[in-house]
């Protein structure tokens, strides 16, 4: 950057003409090679951030007046525009092909449980940084995972595809949820700097009577079980990671008896321009029946599904544990 006809013009972001070029700082052998006599260039500029450079040449000496250059610059202006729009085009189309291979397309079969989920694009389009995951692990525990990465496009798909890979990781080879987030945490603050995500983590147990959670920040799970009114979960929530310094984490432990039934999700799920969160949790809650998984997910989305659309992606996991029934 700097050096060279083209980036001259992209470090001092204006435009740029040699008359003579064999008497130029042109690095490009082919201008040569071709026999320009003579450049004019103008920076592709886009929101003030240089993308590329567009010049033009001549055969012949020739001086370029500001009639010339006015053009060059419109015409950069338009190529800029077209460039960013493709580029914008391919990230979206690439984030999108990343999302759906890491979104599970298919739930683990895990007998006595009962699993259902969905991911609701926003309307707006864009990708965002929600995922799930369900998968067993050694000794019959099975984890399950729900996460939201601040940001959206092929960045925040990108991140949310290098974390689940390493909770999978982790999950291996530590059993307690919130040392599995503590490591979890310490490879985003070193490999990923300045990223923030929420995240809980669940393993429930082989007897499938108690499910350890940690969450980093994230919103917990729903729990619906007979003869109570479903409320959240009472376990601890830490920082989200990626915020603060490293530090202890907080395991806590629930009890899954028979028929119950366990909603995590993310934020956008319950969140609405305009009004109180509090408002979304309520619908949530009072969807919740005692159906199976299945059925549970499609009530709860018909019970949230917003008039205008969804303005943020969310996601919804549900768990139930089969054998029994809510009052």
Known sequence: MGAGFAGRIAAEVK????????TADVFNPILREKGIQSLAGAPLVIEGRV?????????????????DIDLLEKVAGLVALSVEARRSNVERTAAAALQRSLIPTRLPTVPGLGFAARYLPADEGGVGGDWYDVFHLPDGHVGVVMGDVVGRGLGAAVVMGRLRSALRAYALEVQD??????????????????QMTTVLYAVVDPTLTTVEI????HPLPMLAVAGSTPGFAEAEVDLPLGVAALGRRRTSTIELPSGAVLAMFTDGLVERRGELVDVGIGRLAAALTSDSAEENCRAVIAALVPESGWADDAALLVIRRDGGALD
Request: aromatic share 4%; proline share 6%.
């Open 15 to 22: 435009p740029r003409v040699i008359e003579d070029v064999s």
């Open 51 to 67: 993308i590329g450079v567009i010049h033009v040449g001549s055969l012949t000496t020739r001086r370029f007046g500001p009639e």
């Open 177 to 194: 949820p919130a040392v599995v987030l503590e490591r979890l945490d310490r490879k985003l603050q070193h490999f990923e700097r300045g």
């Open 214 to 217: 940690a969450s980093a920040g």
